[in-house]
């Protein structure tokens, strides 16, 4: 994933699954799949969203007005802190700084959900620094660097992580506030390779991000879900490194099903390189599970939203990915 990219937007077992101290070392303990919280409840007239930026610092003059607009159309009422404008570094703030927002915000009541504003990276330095989800599920919207606070929030059993950009077109925020609504969304299409029909949770990500946080409590486990995949800006063969790392740690092994949306880059061909899909299809179609490439989901446009956790179906032949009730 490109170092800077343009602004979009606990159960028993979480003390198991969590065994981690400040700079200090994951427990085995962290494969076991935790019992998933009740799902949050839908958004309503007069929820209250928040903003939080616990990546890169962002442009004190970014215009959150169509945003805000959108929110209130809603009836919901959209807190943009201060802190959104703080800059340390590259950072919007110390870790230290960005941890406290963090915690302030999924530890206030009256917050029904909050917007991931952050990009570049940084997010995963706010785990680091010591970041617990507490016992609540909570609506949670962000992709890009931002996918490592979705994948630890699913992974200790917290719902409500959805992975979608704040910005785009008036059809894509619909879908994304029919999700938060507790409403059908229609299904996406892509390619289908091939490998049957199968039903799993969704676990979507950033193929960067995720990978840096395999070994680490917040990485999920895998077993049964349809892995959804996203990149930009990284060529095929380093795409090849990652997802080889993925197959010889044994995390593609028991997959329901796997699906790539969009794996952009600036194209700087030599002879005899792999095309991007090329590498795709070499990684994943030998897992003999549905295979679909090419979903709208991901940097660029459209970015429609899917959340975590959800149980779904998706169809290798069709390349159709459906959400189930």
């Known amino acids: 994933m490109r170092r800077r990219s343009l602004f979009m937007g606990v159960p028993a077992a979480l003390a198991a699954n969590l065994a981690w ?47 805000f607009e959108r929110c209130a159309a809603q009836g919901w009422q959209l807190e943009l802190p201060r802190s959104l404008h703080r800059r340390w570094q590259w950072f919007s703030g110390t870790d230290a700084e960005r941890l406290a927002e963090l915690e302030a915000a999924w530890s206030d009541p009256r917050v029904d959900g909050i917007f991931y504003t952050g990009f570049g990276w940084g997010s995963a330095r706010v785990l680091e620094e010591g970041f617990r989800f507490p016992q609540r599920s909570l609506w949670s919207l962000g992709f890009s660097d931002s996918s490592s606070l979705l994948l630890a929030q699913w992974s200790v059993g917290s719902r409500g992580a959805i992975h979608a950009s704040l910005a785009g ?134 970015n429609l939203a899917l959340p975590l956790g959800v149980k779904a179906r998706l169809d290798g032949q069709s390349g159709s990915l459906m959400l189930l009730p």
């Open 21 to 67: 101290s400040k700079h200090g070392r994951t427990s085995t303990s962290a494969l076991i799949p935790p019992t998933p919280l009740s799902a949050p409840s839908p958004l309503r007239r007069g929820s209250r969203i928040r903003a939080v930026n616990t990546g890169a610092w962002i442009d004190p003059s970014t215009d959150f007005s169509l945003l």
């Open 169 to 302: 077109s008036d059809q894509q925020w619909q879908r994304t506030v029919d999700l938060l609504r507790g409403r059908p969304v229609a299904p996406l299409s892509g390619k289908g390779m091939g490998g049957g029909v199968a039903d799993g949770p969704l676990v979507i990500t950033n193929l960067t991000v995720a990978t840096h946080l395999i070994g680490t409590p917040w990485f999920p486990v895998l077993k049964g879900a349809l892995l959804i995949l996203e990149e930009v800006g990284e060529a095929p063969y380093r795409v090849d490194r990652m997802l080889t790392q993925w197959r010889s740690a044994g995390l593609l092994r028991e997959l329901a099903g796997v699906a790539t949306g969009r794996f952009s880059w600036k194209e700087e061909p030599e002879p005899g390189d792999f095309s991007m899909v090329d590498i795709l299809k070499e990684r994943l179609a030998g897992l003999n599970v549905p295979f679909v490439i090419d979903l709208p989901i991901g940097h660029g446009s459209p």
